[in-house]
T-cell receptor, first 110, second 112 residues
């Protein structure tokens, strides 16, 4: 069974304090590893798709990387507006079942 | 504006009273999905559809039905809701596998 685990559950950062979020996955035949941002009361918002080990993508202060077993979301010099829950999801196999992790809630204090 | 819309946004109902949550997208996307989100469990896929008249079960399909008669619409049907279906529901669409998923604003359902 496909499984996606995110850690830590919550992360409190001071503004400017860089950190990383982890997403471990067990998926047969990975077709894509996704990162989303979710603000309270809203639907998830797409950030990145990674397709193969070694791939990296960046957007502003966020950088996502992928290995064969894990993905990391690095937040460099975060600002309060980066506070949100970050979700990762894996698409694998022949069907279109997407498996989401439970998310990491990031709080950035000014 | 590219978007996924859901209605209603909030719904309080009683056990056993059939309900439908509508979902519509204006991006001509092939794939659509329904998810439920519960604290500590994250998003779990209920059903998905790869095209008109093509649907399949996700991880938690029990107690739910879907239909895809038109490309833009993907309603979620609860024929006999129970309290354990109290949750936050999201509809999403994407052009194809591996693509960016667009999520709707969510429907908060309470079944008493």
């Amino acid at each position: 069974e496909d499984q996606v685990t995110q850690s830590p559950e919550a992360l409190r950062l001071q503004e400017g304090e860089s950190s990383s979020l982890n997403c471990s996955y067990t998926v047969s035949g990975l077709r894509g590893l996704f990162w989303y941002r979710q603000d309270p009361g809203k639907g998830p918002e797409f950030l990145f798709t990674l397709y193969s080990a070694g791939e990296e993508k960046e957007k502003e202060r966020l950088k996502a990387t992928l290995t064969k077993k894990e993905s990391f979301l690095h937040i460099t010099a975060p600002k309060p507006e980066d506070s949100a829950t970050y979700l990762c999801a894996a698409d694998g196999g022949n069907d279109y079942k997407l498996s989401f992790g439970a998310g990491t809630t990031v709080t950035v204090r000014a | 504006e590219a978007q996924v819309t859901q209605n209603p946004r909030y719904l309080i109902t009683v056990t056993g009273k059939k309900l439908t949550v509508t979902c519509s997208q204006n991006m001509n996307h092939e794939y659509m999905s329904w998810y439920r989100q519960d604290p500590g469990l994250g998003l779990r896929q209920i059903y998905y559809s790869m095209n008109v008249e093509v649907t399949d079960k996700g991880d938690v399909p029990e107690g739910y039905k879907v239909s895809r008669k038109e490309k833009r619409n993907f309603p979620l049907i609860l024929e006999s809701p129970s309290p354990n279906q109290t949750s936050l529901y999201f509809c999403a669409s994407t052009l194809g596998r591996g693509g960016e998923q667009y999520f709707g604003p969510g429907t908060r359902l309470t079944v008493t």
